[in-house]
């Protein structure tokens, strides 16, 4: 099967700048998750999408990150104004179910590395 | 969630048995344990789940003792391509997506 796809895969950008971020998941998988990772960290969940609804954005900083997914399918990330501290790689991940259930790992794409200068 | 505690790195030889081993104290009733492998410039990819006991598959083992509060992965034989990062993580049936820790960084050297 195919897996996640995302793009771009790197990006360079100047603080105070807006980026997007597109995922494609698995198909047939109904949830959805970006991920930040900063260096030498683990993965820190930004937001979780169930089909097209959210499960769970309490760590997404509202103010200047937005994410959608597209009739339950793709999704974008969005970073606007970017910060210098929103350096990182952006990971999008998808699962059958939800994450922590039986036989319904989550599946990674590579990320996309985004530096702000 | 249970949190979970993992040595932050360890060394070993190619050829040799890797054990490492994940606290999870306050694990619950319904939660699975899932391991997770991850490269340098690459997503975490699964390696393997287990609730109870020893669960094996291609690439490894996990050990899960009666009580649950902690487990083992164990990789067989590792070589040079099993240096990565790997995670352990907790969580239930629920649609809550588990939580990563810093996880361990393994080293294979030749």
């Known amino acids: 099967e195919a897996g996640v796809a995302q793009s771009p895969r790197y990006k360079i950008i100047e603080k105070r700048q807006s980026v997007a971020f597109w995922c494609n998941p698995i198909s047939g998988h109904a949830t959805l998750y970006w991920y930040q990772q900063i260096l030498g960290q683990g993965p820190k969940l930004l937001i979780q999408?169930?089909?097209?609804?959210?499960?769970?954005d309490s760590q997404l900083p509202k103010d200047r990150f937005s994410a959608e997914r597209l009739k339950g399918v793709d999704s974008t990330l969005k970073i606007q104004p970017a910060k210098l501290e929103d350096s990182a790689v952006y990971l999008c991940?998808?699962?059958?179910?939800?994450?922590?259930?039986?036989?319904?790992?989550?599946?990674f794409g590579n990320g996309t590395r985004l530096t702000v200068t | 969630l249970a949190k979970t505690t993992q040595p932050i790195s360890m060394d070993s030889y190619e050829g040799q048995e890797v054990n490492i081993t994940c606290s999870h104290n306050n694990i619950a009733t319904n939660d699975y344990i899932t391991w997770y492998q991850q490269f340098p410039s690459q997503g975490p990819r699964f390696i393997i789940q287990?609730?109870?006991t020893k669960v094996t598959n291609e690439v490894a083992s996990l050990f899960i003792p009666a009580d649950r509060k902690s487990s083992t992965l164990s990789l067989p034989r590792v070589s040079l391509s099993d240096t990565a990062v790997y995670y352990c993580l907790v969580g239930d049936t629920g649609r809550r997506a588990l939580t990563f820790g810093s996880g361990t960084r393994l080293q294979v050297q030749p």
């Open positions: 287990g609730y109870k």
């Open positions: 991940a998808s699962s059958l179910g939800g994450g922590g259930e039986w036989n319904s790992p989550l599946h």
């Open positions: 999408f169930q089909n097209n609804g959210v499960v769970d």
